[in-house]
């Protein structure tokens, strides 16, 4: 049977459990989610094997309670499950542990059979609509995933982007089956398809699955459509595998767990085929996506990228999945620049509905002076039957880094109006605090975001801001708690988690207790520093902790050590970048400090990094300049009138 989910838990997790189960009935799954725990007896017993033996996917809710409870039937539930897993065949989809708090997997008590599959974190339940498709596909409801695990890798086929509105919670209740009809049907099933395989392997082989033709210009897949069909024959197991992945990923709401599980899920797909163009094709572009998300900007990924897209274009150069990953490890400036800008056209002239092509071509053009162009392209990518969201997201930070906020939040509104995903949220709440200065207002939207994404870095990292804007370091330190990794690594902050909470311990007075964060952080940088001596970005974070311990000697010497490393000359037209600043501000060149601020403040934003004067105002790292009368005159100077962005 398709599309049944059991979910296992500690009955002290219900309410928790009961808002994954509500969305995932709203995306027409049947949920298993029995309340009955204490009722026992030998036929509910009976009952609960059988269903574990009959569902489709299996759900184990792990949690401090979990932890807790040494014993407990959930546990046996477990165990039956594991026990099932021995008689699946691999790669095929059964456990999918939700971890609900901070529960850590190495610490869990848990079966090791949950331990070879990629885990989800939904804090106290509530669930994004990206995860609830993901399950849906995977149980294959209502014979949609099926159709869609048939459907071959189609050459014509965008990255698929979740739109529209989330849906609503509630829907079908679970329905009762007649489990003997189900258990025969499925047995004329498996009989019927074994004659079609048999038919279909004595027919003469005309394509082989490992390439995909080039599709014809004029046939792209409209919008954000399921992938379709090729020339190529029946998708291959490998394939299937690849599609899944690239779902896991490229949702808009995806997340790092998603992020890992199609890791997995491209590793089981290399092992069964790896000669494969358009599965080496979806590795590369998930190891470039690593990067463009700021989860890792490691040289090991980039290289990945880059091998993985070579391995695709030798096996077959003529896949736009392919040439689509090359593009993606070209850089936006100098020739590079121009290389991808014409792989893009050609792959747009192919196919003029891409939309990762489209919002790709619009990045392009805004890094180059052409914001016309880019707004154009973002906008006719939006336009496309289910519209796309990221193209207009993307488009609200071409206008902020030009310096035209009120373009920006304007396409921001836009971009909410098709669908109001995480990061979007997000960027609202940070816009009406660093642009508006409405801290209420700010605060308000930020309790919107989902729960979920409050346990990734960027929201913990824009709450944190937030909050400390707000002058509340008990309320950033709680957003902090929440994020389960020591080192952030997101576009908004890079580094350790334990200098920023130590900020907060700052600023709420408590001296001790932020000394003992920033040595931890300290301890984390040298570590990594290690092995990598000569990053700038490391020798900066290590002058920043030595000021903010008060070394004033050891951080005036490592930031030489960053100003060298980076050829630094700053003027007017070159300013400091405002976390240099900071440091300046803790080593008391206030000064200098001051002049390196006026000169950003008359910068495009996207040289200042987003310093405002409603952030200066409000932000606690300058509040030792509070009383300079050079710095109340540079805050009473207007704004400069708005920019293009410069050629990088």
């Known amino acids: 049977m398709s599309g049944t989910v059991f979910l296992s838990y500690a009955s002290q997790d219900a309410p928790a459990v009961r808002r ?273 998300r700021g989860f890792d900007l490691s040289d090991a990924r980039r290289e990945a990228a880059r091998s993985a897209a070579n391995r695709a274009l030798r096996l077959n150069p003529h896949s736009f999945e392919a040439r689509y990953a090359e593009s993606l490890l070209l850089p936006f400036t100098g020739n590079e620049g121009r290389e991808r800008e014409q792989i893009l056209r050609r792959l747009r002239q192919e196919r003029p509905t891409d939309q990762r092509v489209l919002r790709d071509l619009s990045a392009v053009a805004a890094r180059t002076d052409r914001l016309g162009e880019a707004a154009a392209l973002a906008r006719e990518s939006a336009a496309l039957p289910g519209g796309d969201p990221l193209a207009l997201y993307d488009l609200t930070w071409d206008y902020w880094y030009a310096g035209q906020p009120e373009e920006a939040k304007a396409t921001l509104a836009a971009t909410l109006a098709q669908r109001p995903f995480a990061g979007a949220l997000l960027l609202d709440a940070y816009l009406s605090c660093i642009l508006d200065g409405n801290l209420p207002l700010a605060r308000a939207k930020l309790a919107r975001v989902p729960a979920w994404e409050m346990a990734e870095d960027r929201g913990g990292v824009i709450a944190t801001h937030i909050y400390m804007y707000s002058r509340d370091p008990d309320a950033a330190i709680k957003a902090l708690a929440a994020l389960p990794r020591d080192w952030l690594s997101d576009n908004f902050y890079r580094g350790p988690k334990a200098l920023l909470t130590g900020d907060a311990h700052e600023l709420a007075g408590r001296m001790q207790a932020a000394a003992i964060e920033w040595r931890a952080a300290l301890k984390l940088v040298e570590a990594r520093a290690v092995s990598r001596p000569n990053d700038p970005d490391l020798l900066l974070l290590r002058a920043d902790l030595l000021a903010r311990l008060g070394d004033h000697d050891g951080a005036a010497e490592a930031l030489q050590a960053y100003e060298q490393m980076v050829g630094a000359h700053y003027t007017e037209d070159s300013p400091m970048p405002w976390n240099v600043v900071e440091v300046y501000v803790r080593l008391g060149r206030r000064a200098e400090a001051i002049r390196q601020l006026g000169y950003l403040l008359a910068m495009p934003a996207n040289v200042s990094h987003g310093l405002t004067r409603t952030r200066l105002r409000l932000q606690p790292a300058w509040d030792p300049l509070r009383g300079d009368p050079a710095l109340r005159r540079l805050l009473l100077e207007p704004a400069p009138p708005p920019a293009n962005r410069p050629t990088p």
């Open 20 to 292: 994954i189960c509500e969305a995932l009935q709203s995306v027409g799954l049947e949920v298993w989610f029995d309340q009955s725990e204490l009722v026992g007896g030998d036929a509910w017993d009976a009952k609960i094997r059988g269903q574990i033996k009959a569902c489709t996917l299996f759900l184990p809710v792990i949690s401090a309670a979990t932890q807790a409870r040494r014993e407990g039937y959930f546990r046996i539930e477990w165990k039956l499950a594991a026990q099932r897993t021995h008689a699946i065949a691999d790669g095929t989809p059964f456990l999918v542990p939700v971890v609900i708090d901070g529960t850590r997997e190495p610490e869990a008590l848990v079966p090791e059979e949950f331990r070879a599959v990629q885990w989800t974190r939904l804090p106290d339940g509530p669930t994004p609509s990206s995860f609830c498709e993901r399950i849906r596909r995977l149980a294959g409801a209502d014979g949609s995933a099926s159709a869609h695990e048939r459907a071959p890798f189609a050459a014509d086929a965008p990255v698929a982007v979740v739109s529209g509105a989330d849906t609503a919670v509630g829907g079908p209740k679970p329905r009762r089956r007649r489990w003997f009809w189900a258990a025969l049907a499925a047995g004329i099933a498996a009989t019927v398809l074994a004659l079609i395989l048999i038919q279909w392997r004595q027919r003469p082989t005309t394509a082989s699955t490992s390439a995909s033709p080039v599709a014809a210009p004029g046939k792209a897949a409209a919008g954000i459509a399921s992938p379709g069909t090729t020339e190529a024959g029946p998708t291959s197991e490998a394939r299937q595998l690849a599609l899944r992945a690239r779902d896991a990923f490229s949702a808009l709401d995806s997340t790092r767990d998603d992020f890992a599980l199609a890791e997995d899920l491209l590793r089981q797909a290399l092992a069964k085929d790896s000669a494969d163009a358009e599965v080496w094709a979806v590795q590369s572009i998930l190891n470039s996506s690593y990067k463009q």
